[in-house]
């Protein structure tokens, strides 16, 4: 027995990470989070036909994709409270998710859109059950991958212009997201067909990385990915 020399290298768990992976159809989203350690999607859209993944199923055992809240709320429950071998919990895609909660509060409420309501009230009320079951999903020791589209908007600051890149995701839903995440991985396609993944924001992207160690560009690699995560600063 003896005292160390040096800290103990960081493996890093996935579990104790949320990430938002987002970029147009077709750039790799779901094969790349379908990399990510024992995953199991709850897909809320098809797309997973020619992938050889984990999905939620019917009580056949057929594969399933969830058509509204209360079948959204039904998987989480299963995950979160049944014993099993999964440690990451795939959303493919998360608007689709904020889609059914909204229609299922408003449906509740006799509403046919958030601003019925008067005074935000409609908005706050989607908000609040959004925020309740994704916060129990962030704290229920799995690790967490949201998959998104992007879109394109112009923004402009002191009379300039420029095209913008963010998810798909409602200006409700991505506040919250956007902040409740620890990475924000923009997915892409480069002149030679690589595919690619931003982690840091700039001028004309969302991105985020809280680690910090992250290069701006990574190839869509997963085990590049924890490789470099892998690594402590310093090194």
Known sequence: ?????????????????????????GSGKSTFASKFPDA???PTEPGL???????ITDD????KVIRDWNEFIEAIKLLCTTEHNFKTIVVDTIDNAFEFCA????????????????YGKGFGMVKRE??????????????LVFISHEKQSQREERGVKREYTDSSLSNQARVFVNGLMDFIFYCSMDDDGHR????KANLNTNAKDRSGILPEVLP???????????KTRGE
């Open 1 to 25: 027995m003896k005292l160390p020399d040096k800290p103990k290298h960081k493996t890093v768990d996935f579990r104790e990470y949320k990430f938002l992976i987002y970029g147009d159809p």
């Open 40 to 42: 199991i999607f709850i």
């Open 49 to 55: 036909n020619f992938l050889e993944v984990n999905q």
């Open 60 to 63: 056949d055992g057929n594969p």
């Open 103 to 118: 229609l299922h509060v408003l449906k509740a409420r006799g509403l046919e859109h958030e601003t019925d309501e008067g």
């Open 130 to 143: 959004f925020t309740k079951v994704i916060n129990f999903v962030a704290n229920s020791g799995f690790g």
């Open 196 to 199: 690619l993944i931003r982690t």
């Open 220 to 230: 869509m690699d997963f085990d590049m990915l924890v490789e470099h995560l892998n």
